[in-house]
């Protein structure tokens, strides 16, 4: 899960405190696609499907236009939120805790 990922470079999982409701995910892909996810997304515990970070494909490697990672969001109608040839996720903090 990339929820699980990002719990282990320091953002707490699963349940997520009121002060990261209001943080995004830009990930970006090595063609110079993007997506932002909100971080509540990533939380099993607000979101049905899964959200994955992807470095194989049943059990094989990806392919080199694929890879090296890839965001797979499970249940979405269309794939927009999907990302391929992922090479950056920054964590961007939105809100304002003193507003």
Do not use: N
Not at 1 to 29: E, M
Not at 68 to 77: H, K, L, Q, S, T
Request: aromatic share 2%.
């Amino acid at each position: 899960l990339l929820l699980d990922v990002l719990a282990r470079v320091g953002i707490p999982a699963s349940p997520l405190r009121k002060d990261q409701q209001a943080t995004a995910l830009l990930i970006t892909a090595a063609d110079g696609y993007q997506v932002v996810l909100g971080l509540p997304e990533t939380d099993p515990a607000t979101r049905a499907d899964r959200i994955i970070l992807a470095d194989t494909d049943d059990g094989e490697p990806l392919a080199p236009e694929d890879g090296p990672f890839m965001i797979v969001a499970e249940g979405d109608a269309r794939a927009a939120k999907s990302a391929r040839m992922v090479v950056s996720i920054r964590v961007i903090p939105l809100g304002d805790p003193a507003s």
